[in-house]
């Protein structure tokens, strides 16, 4: 028994169920970098509240999906997918009947995803992208919502990218700045809003100096 009370439901649950492991890519960064895990989680809570109340949501490019319950703790279904057959492997080792969504390999580059959904969000993937296929890689988001749909894409600042460390620069070939991120995304919606970031702290302040960018969209132009 704990001394506290309060605390041997937690004895309780290690017992009945055993611990709950991470995901292949966050054990890493726990392992090599541990406030990144509080970056990233900062950036899904920020998802979890603007999407918050919907019903079907789409994550592109969701890696190990250890970060998704926030999200399911705000909204009704989630589907990840993601190109690597590893990350999706990972998933089905760990899923837990309690936090349940759905997940498939991928890619987007390719074709849109069926059903329609409410939201689209994308975490640390444009950076990875083409600049030549970044059209294609956004219809194809567009295409996998519903019109009344809306997104959240969520990037490294170009202007964070002197300050990164190798490891995090790793396939970074499509790095923005606010302006050139909004340019792009109005394209696709007419209503783009740009926050910063910095360490886990979003807010409004002066994009030269956000190490992160995230854009929430809405109302979908013409297909």
């Given amino acids: 028994m704990t001394i506290e009370p309060q605390y041997q439901h937690h004895i309780d649950l290690k017992k009945k169920q055993g611990l709950t492991p991470l995901g292949v890519e966050k054990s890493a960064a726990w392992h090599t970098d541990p406030r990144r895990l509080l970056f990233v989680l900062s950036r899904y809570k920020f998802v979890a509240k603007m999407l918050s109340g919907m019903d079907r949501v789409l994550e592109v490019g969701c890696g190990d999906g250890w970060p998704l319950r926030m999200v399911l703790q705000e909204v009704k279904n989630v589907?990840?997918?993601?190109?690597?057959?590893?990350?999706?492997?990972?998933?089905?080792?760990?899923?837990?009947?309690?936090?349940?969504?759905?997940?498939?390999?991928?890619?987007?580059?390719?074709s849109p995803v069926k059903p329609p959904f409410d939201a689209a969000f994308s975490l640390d993937v444009l950076e990875h992208i083409r600049k030549e296929d970044e059209q294609r890689f956004l219809k194809n988001i567009v295409?996998?919502?519903?019109?009344?749909?809306?997104?959240?894409?969520?990037?490294?600042?170009?202007?964070?990218?002197?300050?990164?460390?190798?490891?995090?620069?790793?396939?970074?070939?499509?790095?923005?700045?606010?302006?050139?991120?909004?340019?792009?995304?109005?394209?696709?919606?007419?209503?783009?809003?740009?926050?910063?970031?910095?360490?886990?702290?979003?807010?409004?302040?002066?994009?030269?100096?956000?190490?992160?960018?995230?854009?929430?969209?809405?109302?979908?132009?013409?297909?």
Avoid at 144 to 170: E, R, Y
Wanted: aromatic share 10%.
């Fill in 79 to 110: 589907h990840g997918i993601d190109i690597d057959p590893v990350f999706i492997d990972d998933i089905k080792e760990r899923l837990d009947p309690q936090w349940p969504f759905t997940f498939a390999v991928h890619d987007i580059l390719k």
């Fill in 143 to 223: 295409d996998s919502l519903t019109d009344k749909g809306v997104a959240i894409f969520g990037t490294p600042s170009l202007a964070s990218q002197q300050h990164a460390s190798p490891l995090s620069k790793a396939g970074h070939v499509n790095c923005k700045d606010a302006a050139d991120l909004k340019r792009l995304l109005t394209g696709y919606f007419d209503h783009v809003f740009i926050f910063s970031m910095n360490d886990e702290v979003v807010h409004t302040g002066y994009y030269p100096m956000a190490q992160y960018l995230l854009a929430l969209c809405t109302g979908i132009r013409q297909r």
